[in-house]
C-alpha cells in the first residue's frame, strides 16, 4: 500500500525556495509547519503535532529564510524531510494565538559556536573531576578545551 503526499519532491523544493504565506508543510501529516509570515528576509512558521488545534496549540518561529530552508533540510542528502501540502490557508492572527513563539537568532559566528562549545566541555570536566579515577587523556582534552574557552571570553 502507498500513500500519496499530493506533491513532488520538486514541488517541495520550488515552496522551500519561495515559501508564501498559508503554506502548509507536514512530515507524513504527523508535523506541521505554517508560513504564517513574511518581511523581508525573516519568515515566521507555526509548528504543531497531532492531535493539536492550530493556532491555539502552536508554537509560531521567527527566522531567516536560509535557517528555515536548513532546518527542514536533510543533512546528508538533498530534500527536505518536511513536503508542502498545499498554500492558501488563512493563518492572519496566527502569530500571537500560538502558545508560545521562539525568534531564532542570526547564524552564530564560528567563535560564537566555540564558545559555547568550550562551555559545555568546562561542565564535563567538572563532572570528570566529580568521578574520580585516572582520567587523565579525557582530563587534558577537556583542559585544553577549557583554556580555549577561558581566553576567548576573558
Not at 72 to 81: C, D, L, R, T, V
Request: aromatic fraction near 12%; glycine fraction near 10%.
Amino acid at each position: 500500500m502507498s500513500v500519496d503526499f499530493g506533491v513532488s519532491d520538486t514541488e517541495t523544493g520550488k515552496a522551500m525556495e519561495n515559501p508564501k504565506v498559508g503554506d502548509r508543510f507536514s512530515e507524513m501529516f504527523s508535523f506541521y509547519v505554517y508560513v504564517i509570515g513574511l518581511d523581508g528576509n525573516m519568515i515566521t512558521t507555526m509548528e504543531g503535532s497531532p492531535p493539536c488545534e492550530l493556532p491555539k496549540d502552536g508554537e509560531a518561529k521567527t527566522m531567516t529564510l536560509e535557517q528555515f530552508r536548513k532546518r527542514f533540510a536533510y543533512n546528508s542528502i538533498p530534500g527536505y524531510w518536511v513536503r508542502y501540502v498545499d498554500g492558501g490557508h488563512d493563518v492572519e492572527g496566527w502569530a500571537t494565538a500560538g502558545k508560545s513563539m521562539k525568534v531564532f537568532a542570526e547564524d552564530e559566528s564560528e567563535n560564537d559556536k566555540l564558545k559555547k562549545w568550550a562551555k559545555k566541555a568546562h561542565g564535563l570536566l567538572s563532572f570528570v573531576d566529580d568521578c574520580g579515577g585516572d582520567n587523565g587523556e579525557i582530563r587534558e582534552s577537556i583542559s585544553k578545551c577549557v583554556k580555549e574557552y577561558n581566553e576567548l571570553t576573558a
